[in-house]
């Protein structure tokens, strides 16, 4: 005979304290799932019934057997990208929120609870990287995934997934961030160590961990976790969720699981096909309306220095007349492939002298060089000099009137000083030149950002200019 999780006395026992310790109240009324899931333990350690398993939990030595006993019972049903919809509006809305309320502190944290083996919160640390990877240069950017299941971590830190957990996934990243590990693909390692796995009881050192991260989490998912608790585990879940958040900071939480303390708690706000969650703080009501993130998501805030035209339709003045002082150039090393991809290397590394120096280096070389004066317009706008930046900006939309980046980015500066004429211009600019391009197109220095995302960006910044006005 197999060995049984026999109804009865024991299996109560056993339900009553899996739900104090997990808050799985799901098994509440599923003494028959409860049964079948732990029929593999008592298998495993050859006892005949649940009498002979329940001491097994009792110390000295049940603790390690409470882990695997969750790791039986939990169930970690995910996959890449799982409701496209709170992802659009994770690019959409609530990064670019982000990314301009930070601008002073240039650090971005995310929280993923209840995480399973890994998919949500690599999701968003590939949306990251595909979309906002170029602004993100020099930023600290933190994601954590947390869960209660061991295994489920451990799988997630070897990032090895199946064709299903993938099925969501678009062509280009799976392209881009995979490669194919026996039957399935494996995340590329420097995207693996993109996301931190921690062991965590979400009712438990869960709750004391949001309290010592008080304020900290500017995004948190905790989506298909709350549905297996009870109310009272909800109520102080949130309530956690709550603290750990930053003012002003985003809740997502899956579709089937909005809970009555959330409007308590959190201002709701509804993207296309889906709704969004925000940090109220005090008694204030913020207006239920899409939030339309100020302007500085691509530049620091800069100082108002004087107007001028954009883009500029004088020729570029030479390269040594630029504003900035001449760096010494770094000493000759062996040349990369692509001249400015050690830029790029350097500048996520928030190395901006170096970065700065390099592109002078650069168009020494070759003062036509338009990817050079675009990623020096950007490194002098980190170092603090908005007007190099936009002169360099300016050469090159002169040197490629077609380069759309450039645009978007005098747009940005010119947004940043006030002048809601010239960034609208700019960002029409923009979209002259990527409106007859394909959607999937690279753009040039995008770092794989599309033609159609940096659409959607265009569409963002000139809806806040509307706002604004
Ligand atoms: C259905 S999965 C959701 C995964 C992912 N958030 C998603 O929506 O795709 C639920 C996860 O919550 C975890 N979980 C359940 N109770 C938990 C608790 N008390 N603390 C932390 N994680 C818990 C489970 O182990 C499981 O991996």
Partial sequence: MPPTATAGAALQALKAA??????LAYYADKDAALARAVAGRLKHLRLADLE????????????????????AITIGETHFFRYAAQFDAL?????????????????????????????????????????????????????????????ELERAEQG??????????????????????????????????????????????GLEFARRNQGQFDIVLCRNVMIYFDPEGCRRLLAALHEALAEDGWLIVGHAEPHFEIANLFQPLSAPGTTLYRKQVGASVRPARPVLPPLTIAAPVWPDPTPGPVPSPEPPPPVQDTTTPPVAPPPAAAAPADPMTEVRQVANAGDWPRAEALCLARLQQDSLDADAHFLLGLVLGQRGDPAGSEASLKRAVYL?????LAHYHLG????????AAAARRALRNVHDVIEPLPETTAVRAGDGLSAAELGGLVELQLGALEARR
């Fill in 400 to 404: 490629d009137r077609r380069f759309a």
């Fill in 52 to 71: 002979g398993y329940l001491p097994r939990l009792k110390p000295p030595g049940g603790e390690a057997e409470w882990q695997e006993l969750i790791d």
């Fill in 160 to 205: 090895a997934f199946s064709e299903w957990d993938l099925r969501d996934l678009p062509e280009a990243f799976r392209a881009r961030y995979f490669e194919r590990a026996g039957r399935g693909l494996r995340l590329l390692e420097p995207y693996r160590r993109r996301v931190e796995f921690r062991l965590q009881n979400l009712l438990d050192d």
């Fill in 91 to 151: 690019r959409d809305l609530v990064v670019p929120d982000c990314l301009a309320r930070r601008q002073a502190e240039r650090r971005l944290r995310i929280w993923s609870a209840g995480c399973a083996c890994g998919p949500e919160p690599y999701s968003v640390a590939l949306l990251l990287d595909h979309v906002f990877g170029y602004l993100l240069s020099g930023w600290e950017v933190g994601i954590l995934g947390t869960d209660i299941n061991r295994r």
């Fill in 412 to 419: 940005m500066a010119a947004a940043a000083r006030g002048d």
């Fill in 18 to 23: 899996v739900i104090a310790r997990t808050g």
